[in-house]
């Protein structure tokens, strides 16, 4: 490992720089992350979110760090309780099921799970003592509707986060959406009184009956499991107003102390150039996609494979050539298994040397994983040209292998490829009855069998050592 705990960077919203990292505990990380909506399947956009927050945690483990990671359910907010309404049934019943499904398609995308996945509604009280205190406080006042609100012009620091003049909004002015722009931001709801169109949802409290606003959700439950200040939030850049500027003024104001030391948010998955999202219809869930008989972890790596800061636009031919990535890597990965040529005279050394060098710089400058990426698929076509040549030992094959796991244990795409001894002796049979036609000239039963070998999902490739075969879908 060349890389080391201090040599990280990330940019970091609050100061809109690169930041060298620095946790508040030596060794440790905390961090929480805006999980799922779960008023729907998650689309995959809200994955590419997910998986930016995945390769962030990988790294920082890969770095030695023990990384605790709180992502929060929202399940309950002004969508949800509109989706059950609109499906007749119970709000608790409605988001268990997208609950649900959340939890596969994670791990369908090969997604770390979190250390804990609070539930807004299991954080009731939380939330309550929390309004409570900003109450005492003189930061949150009861409105004539009956809700509590929070005065943005009680809190110096308001606007910080998303550049908002605090000076230039209307004193009083309230907005009780959950979701609003900039340019309408005022006093928010913290705790939102009962209305007749919320139905049976509703807790009765000491702030009377109602339910919480969808940002003190985020405070309650990001403090309660990591402390009053912790070391990094995320989430996409839509999430930075108003939810992220609310949360922190929520929670500085209560206790006083820096809430969050690294905020860091992705940019979006785009359609056309436009947003990726569930308002504007141009979206794919990851099941759309399964349907169609793509590949879970090309998705993965498709999402993944941009820098995170970056906009990208989602298309097919995409995933396509991500597919292929994914291949190449995994084909790779197969053909080490055979390689019992000459020493290389060190070349393999000096090529795993560089190729980790590059992997590790990249990643620890702000996660820069195109340019981690391009120096992996360097060392794949550095290191086939000394397989095709017959110059790579079985021991150095080793070693090129345990860096592949290694760099795989960030990138988790390639998983355990399948080889030939694992597979179906029958398929040998067939393999060496096709190498006999073709030395027989007989193309015509070789072509047969390669189609054969086909259906039964076995691909054939020439090489140095003759040819070898391997299934699609490892
Ligand atoms: P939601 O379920 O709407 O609360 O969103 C979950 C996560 O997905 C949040 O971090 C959002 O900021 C993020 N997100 C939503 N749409 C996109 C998109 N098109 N591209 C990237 N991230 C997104
Ligand atoms: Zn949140």
Same mark, same amino acid.
């Given at each position: ?13 609050? *100061?809109?720089? @690169? ?13 929480? &992350? #805006?999980?799922? =909506? ?15 927050? +995945? ?7 890969? #770095?030695?760090?023990? $990384? ?9 907010? +002004?969508? *949800? ?54 109450? &005492? ?14 005065? %943005? ?12 003049? !605090?000076?230039?909004?209307? !004193?009083?002015?309230? %907005? ?5 722009? /900039? ?21 009765? =409290? ?30 996409? %850049? ?32 785009? $359609?056309?150039? @436009? ?39 989602? =298309? ?31 070349? !393999? ?21 195109? =340019? ?7 060392? $794949? ?9 017959? &110059? !790579? ?22 998983? @355990? ?23 027989? /000239? ?33």
């Amino acid at each position: 490992m060349i890389s080391t705990q201090s040599s990280i960077c990330f940019f970091n919203t609050l *100061t809109r720089r @690169k930041e060298v990292f620095k946790p508040l505990e030596a060794g440790k990380v905390k961090i929480y &992350t #805006c999980g799922p =909506t779960v008023y729907d399947f998650a689309h995959i956009g809200n994955f590419r979110a997910f998986l930016f927050e +995945d390769l962030l945690k990988r790294w920082l483990i890969q #770095c030695g760090f023990k $990384v605790t990671h709180i992502m929060n359910l929202t399940d309950i907010d +002004d969508k *949800t309780i509109k989706g059950s309404q609109k499906q007749g049934v119970p709000l608790q019943q409605f988001t268990a099921f997208y609950v649900k499904a959340f939890f596969e398609d994670i791990k369908a995308l090969n997604i770390e799970p979190a250390d804990i996945y609070p539930k807004a509604t299991d954080h009731i009280p939380e939330m309550v003592t929390l309004i409570k205190t900003l109450i &005492t406080k003189g930061y949150a006042y009861r409105g004539e509707d009956g809700s509590i609100y929070f005065s %943005v012009c009680k809190f110096s620091n308001y606007g910080k986060m998303s550049k908002i003049k !605090v000076s230039e909004l209307k !004193v009083g002015a309230r %907005v009780s959406q959950d979701e609003y722009a /900039k340019e309408e931001a005022q006093d928010f709801a913290l705790w939102k009184a009962w209305t007749p169109e919320d139905g049976d949802v509703y807790w009765e =409290t000491e702030l009377g009956k109602g339910r919480p606003g969808w940002h003190i959700e985020c405070s309650a439950m990001s403090m309660k499991y990591l402390g009053e200040t912790f070391d990094i939030h995320c989430g996409g %850049v839509d999430n930075m107003f108003p939810h992220h500027e609310n949360e922190t003024a929520q929670s500085e104001a209560a206790t006083g102390k820096k809430f969050v030391n690294y905020w860091m948010h992705n940019e979006h998955l785009q $359609v056309e150039g @436009k947003k990726m999202s569930k308002r504007l219809g141009n979206y794919y869930t990851l099941r759309d996609l399964l349907a169609k008989g793509y590949d879970p972890i090309a998705i993965r790596y498709l999402l993944m494979s941009t820098h995170y800061r970056q906009q990208f636009n989602f =298309t097919f031919e995409g995933l396509e050539a991500a597919k292929g990535a994914v291949d190449r890597l995994k084909n790779f990965v197969r053909r080490l298994h055979d390689a019992a040529g000459k020493e290389s005279g060190g070349k !393999v050394a000096t090529f795993i040397g560089k190729a980790e060098v590059c992997f590790e710089g990249s990643m620890d400058d702000d996660l820069d994983i195109g =340019t981690a990426l391009a120096s992996l698929f360097d060392f $794949v076509r550095e290191i086939n040209n000394l397989l095709d040549a017959n &110059t !790579v030992s079985k021991a150095e094959a080793a070693d090129i292998g345990g860096l592949m796991m290694k760099f795989d244990a960030v990138l988790g795409v390639i998983g @355990k490829v399948e080889v030939e001894e694992d597979l179906a002796p029958d398929i040998d049979v067939l393999v060496q009855k096709r190498e006999a036609a073709r030395k027989a /000239k007989n193309w015509k039963e070789a072509d047969a069998i390669r189609a054969q070998l086909k259906t039964m999902g076995i691909v054939l490739e020439d090489t140095a050592q003759g040819i070898r075969w391997h299934k699609e879908k490892a």
